[in-house]
C-alpha cells in the first residue's frame, strides 16, 4: 500500500466531521466507511518486545492493595507504600534482573517492562521500589563483586533490607564528579571513614532516607595515601531494624513534596562513619589492605562514566513509565470526550460530542500521534539495554550508544507527559480536576520525572556532545579534497536554502494548490528528509560557531560553549524527536494487516507533520519550505486529525487498559450513561405532549 499522508483507496465521504463539529460525525471506522485497526494487534505492539511480562504484572496490580488511595496522609501513605513495595517482593517483582544463583531470571528487558507498569497502580510504590532494587540493589549488583552480592542481595530482594541510593547532594545535584562527601581510607584499621565536611555536601531526595532505609550506597570521594581516584560507591549501614539511627549517621526528613509523598524522602550526612574497606563497591576500583589502589579502567574519567553508565536503568525505565502514563491521560481524556456531549449545532439538534470539535481533535489526536511514537521508540531502547546489561551486545561502542539513547528519549517522554497530563485534564474540563479521575494526582507525581535520574536539560547537552563529536569524527584524517567537497557542499547548501532558491522552486511546483504541496513534499520521504535535515544543520552550525574554541584560553571557551549551550540542546532534542518518527516509521513497515497499517501510517503522518508545525519557523527561516507548503502543514494537521477522529477510540482501547488500570469514573461508562439518561428524558418529555413551550418560538410568530 502506498505510503501516502493523507490519501486513501476509499472514495472521499461527506460523513466526515464538519468544522464546528456536527451530531452525525461519524464515530466509529464503520460509520466513516474506513478500515479498522486490529485493536489486538496493535495491543500486542505497544507491549513490545517484553508483553508477556507486562500482562503478567497489569494482571497482579489490579490487586486494590496496590493501589493509592487519595487523602491519606503522608505518614499513612509511606507505611503503605512501603507494605506494597514488600508484597511486590513475595510476588516475584524484585527478582526478574538477578542472577539465578539468587533466585532470578537474569532477564533485565522484564525487569524493567515489569517495573514501568507499576505506575498505573501508583507512582509512589513504582519509585520506591525502584530506588529499593534499581538504584539500591542495583548499586550493589552492577558495582560491587561476588562477596558483596552473596552478603545482601538476598535481603534486598525481599525488602527486608531497604536502602537507599545516597548520590544526589544539596550543592551538586547531577554534577556527580563534583560531591564533597569524602571515603578516607585509614589502612591501620582497614576502614574508609565517611564524612559530609559541609552542609552542601549533605545527601538529598533521596528516597528511603527519611524512614525506612537501613544502609545506603553512598557516592564519596575515594580519597587513600593522600590521593582523590575521584567518586566511588560505599555500603554504608545508617539505621539499625527498630529504625533507629547509627552513631555518626544524621538524617532529616524532606517533608511534603509536590508528588509521589508515599515515599521517605530524606537527608543524609556522616560524621566520621567508619565502614570496613570490604564495604567498597570495587568491580571497578579497589584499595588494598596497606592503601595501595587497583582499578581495571585507568582512565579516571572513563572509569567515572562506566560506574555511571551501570546505572542508566533508571534512565529507561523513566521514559517507559512516562510513556504508560501517557496512555492513561489519553485513554482518560479521549474516552470521556467520545462521550461527553456539549452545545447543540445551532440548529436545534442533539449537543454535540466533544471530540467531534476539530478543536478537541487539535489538542488531543497529535499527543495520541506522539504517545504511540514514544512507545515504539522505547521499545528499541528497551531491546539495547537488554542486549548491554544481557551480555549479548556489552560493548564500549553499544554501552555509549544506549546512554545517549536514554539519554535523548528520557526527556522528551517525560516532559511530554507532563503537557499530556495536563491537557488531557483541561480537555475534561471540571471532573478532570477531580482526584477520583486521576489526572491531576498523576500530573503532580510525575513533575519530578523530568529531574530525577538526570535533569533533562543536562541530558540533552550530553547528547547535543556525543551529536558533535560524531560530527567531527567524519573529518578525523580526511584528506584535502574531503574536506574541500563538504566546504563546497556546506557553502551551496548556505546559498540553496538560505537565499530561498529550494523554496521558490517548491512555490513554482505547487502551481498554487494546497493538495499539491502535500502530495510533492509533504510525504512519508519528505518528513524524514525535514527533520534529519534539520538535525544535521542545527549540529553543522553549533559545530561551526564552536570551533574557534580549541585555540581559545580556557574560560574563553567555556564562554563561547555557553553562548550556544541552548542551540546545542534544541539540535539534541531535534535528534530525538528523529528517532521516535523513525521507530513509529519501522513500525508501520512492520504492520501486515493492510487495514491496521493504513491508520497507522495516518497516524504516524499526524505525528510528522505536527512536529514539522511545531518548529515551521526554524524551516522557513532556513529555507526548507516554501510559504504555500508551510500553509500546507497546518491544514493537513487538521485534516488528518478530522481523518482519524473515528479510529481515536479503537487507537485508545489498544492501550489495553482495563478498568482495574484506569480508575477513573468519567472513563467507566459512567458519562454515556448520563448523556443517554438525560436524551432520553428529553424525548420522553416531547412525546408526552407535556414539554414547555420555548420563548422565542412565541416570538418568531
Not at 592503601?291 to 560506574?307: D, H, K, L, N
Request: aromatic letters at 6%.
Amino acid at each position: 500500500m502506498t505510503d501516502t499522508v493523507v490519501r486513501s483507496n476509499t472514495p472521499a465521504t461527506n460523513r466526515r466531521t464538519p468544522a464546528g463539529g456536527a451530531p452525525t460525525a461519524p464515530h466509529t471506522p464503520d460509520e466513516a466507511g474506513e478500515p479498522r485497526i486490529d485493536i489486538d494487534a496493535v495491543a500486542a505492539m505497544l507491549r513490545g518486545t517484553w508483553g508477556d511480562t507486562r500482562l503478567t504484572v497489569r494482571e497482579l496490580i489490579k490487586d486494590p492493595a496496590y493501589w493509592r488511595i487519595d487523602g491519606q496522609s503522608v505518614a499513612e501513605h509511606r507505611e503503605r507504600v512501603m507494605g506494597q513495595v514488600r508484597l511486590l517482593a513475595q510476588n516475584g517483582g524484585s527478582s526478574r534482573a538477578l542472577p539465578p544463583e539468587y533466585g532470578g531470571l537474569g532477564d533485565n528487558g522484564a525487569n524493567l517492562a515489569g517495573f514501568e507498569e507499576l505506575v498505573l497502580a501508583d507512582p509512589s510504590m513504582q519509585i520506591k521500589s525502584g530506588v529499593q532494587w534499581g538504584l539500591f540493589g542495583s548499586a550493589v549488583l552492577q558495582l560491587g563483586t561476588k562477596t558483596h552480592h552473596d552478603r545482601w542481595v538476598a535481603d534486598i530482594r525481599d525488602a527486608k533490607l531497604p536502602g537507599a541510593f545516597a548520590m544526589t547532594e544539596i550543592g551538586h545535584g547531577s554534577d556527580v564528579a563534583a560531591i564533597g562527601t569524602t571515603a578516607t581510607y585509614d589502612p591501620e584499621t582497614e576502614e574508609f571513614v565517611i564524612h559530609t565536611p559541609f552542609r552542601a555536601a549533605w545527601k538529598d531526595y533521596l528516597g528511603n532516607a527519611a524512614v525506612h532505609g537501613q544502609a545506603a550506597t553512598v557516592f564519596a570521594q575515594l580519597i587513600t595515601n593522600g590521593v582523590n581516584h575521584g567518586v566511588h560507591c560505599f555500603f554504608v549501614p545508617i539505621r539499625t531494624a527498630d529504625g533507629e539511627l547509627l552513631p555518626g549517621v544524621q538524617s532529616e526528613d524532606d517533608g511534603v513534596k509536590g508528588g509521589l509523598n508515599g515515599i521517605d524522602n530524606g537527608r543524609l550526612a556522616f560524621d566520621h562513619v567508619r565502614v570496613p574497606r570490604t564495604n567498597l563497591l570495587n568491580r571497578y576500583g579497589d584499595v588494598a589492605a596497606d592503601g595501595t589502589y587497583s582499578s581495571p579502567i585507568e582512565s579516571t574519567g572513563r572509569r567515572f562514566f562506566t560506574m555511571l553508565g551501570a546505572l542508566v536503568q533508571g534512565r529507561v525505565s523513566l521514559d517507559g513509565a512516562a510513556t504508560i502514563a501517557s496512555s492513561l491521560a489519553l485513554h482518560v481524556a479521549i474516552t470521556y470526550g467520545n462521550q461527553r456531549r456539549q452545545f447543540d449545532s445551532g440548529a436545534g439538534t442533539d449537543e454535540v460530542v466533544l471530540l467531534d470539535y476539530g478543536k478537541h481533535q487539535r489538542r488531543l489526536l497529535p499527543l495520541l500521534a506522539q504517545n504511540y511514537a514514544q512507545f515504539f521508540a522505547h521499545d528499541e531502547l528497551l531491546q539495547k539495554f537488554d542486549g548491554v546489561f544481557g551480555g549479548t551486545h556489552d560493548t564500549p561502542a553499544e554501552r555509549e550508544d544506549l546512554e545517549t539513547l536514554a539519554a535523548a528519549l528520557k526527556p522528551l517522554s517525560t516532559w511530554n507527559a507532563l503537557s499530556t497530563l495536563q491537557e488531557a485534564r483541561e480537555a475534561c474540563g471540571g471532573s478532570g480536576f477531580m482526584a477520583e479521575n486521576r489526572l491531576v494526582g498523576l500530573r503532580s507525581d510525575l513533575d519530578v520525572y523530568v529531574t530525577f535520574e538526570g535533569d533533562n536539560n543536562v541530558l540533552l547537552q550530553l547528547v547535543g556532545k556525543r551529536l558533535l563529536a560524531d560530527f567531527a569524527a567524519q573529518f578525523k584524517g580526511a584528506d584535502a579534497a574531503k574536506l574541500a567537497k563538504f566546504a563546497a557542499r556546506q557553502t551551496a547548501g548556505k546559498v540553496f536554502h538560505g537565499a530561498g532558491l529550494r523554496s521558490l522552486g517548491q512555490t513554482v511546483a505547487d502551481f498554487g494548490s494546497t493538495a499539491r504541496s502535500v502530495e510533492l513534499g509533504l510525504r512519508a520521504e519528505q518528513q524524514h528528509e525535514l527533520l534529519s535535515d534539520r538535525v544535521e544543520q542545527m549540529i553543522a552550525d553549533v559545530a561551526g560557531a564552536l570551533r574557534p574554541a580549541s585555540k581559545l584560553p580556557r574560560e574563553e571557551a567555556a564562554a563561547l560553549f555557553n553562548l550556544h549551550q541552548a542551540e546545542l540542546i534544541e539540535a539534541a532534542r531535534a535528534h530525538g524527536e528523529l528517532l521516535q518518527w523513525e521507530a513509529f516509521s519501522d513500525a508501520v513497515k512492520a504492520t501486515e494487516n493492510d487495514d491496521t497499517r493504513q491508520v497507522l501510517t495516518w497516524l504516524r503522518d499526524l505525528f510528522g507533520l505536527h512536529l514539522i508545525e511545531k518548529h515551521l519557523a526554524w524551516h522557513l527561516i532556513n529555507g526548507r519550505l516554501s510559504t504555500q507548503r508551510a500553509a500546507a502543514v497546518s491544514k493537513y494537521v487538521d485534516r488528518l486529525c478530522a481523518r482519524l477522529r473515528p479510529h481515536a477510540q479503537d487507537l485508545v482501547d489498544a492501550f489495553g487498559l482495563e478498568p482495574e488500570h484506569v480508575r477513573a469514573p468519567i472513563a467507566s461508562g459512567v458519562e454515556q450513561n448520563r448523556q443517554d439518561e438525560a436524551r432520553q428524558y428529553y424525548a420522553d418529555l416531547a412525546a408526552s405532549g407535556d414539554a414547555p413551550v420555548p420563548e422565542k418560538s412565541l416570538k418568531k410568530k
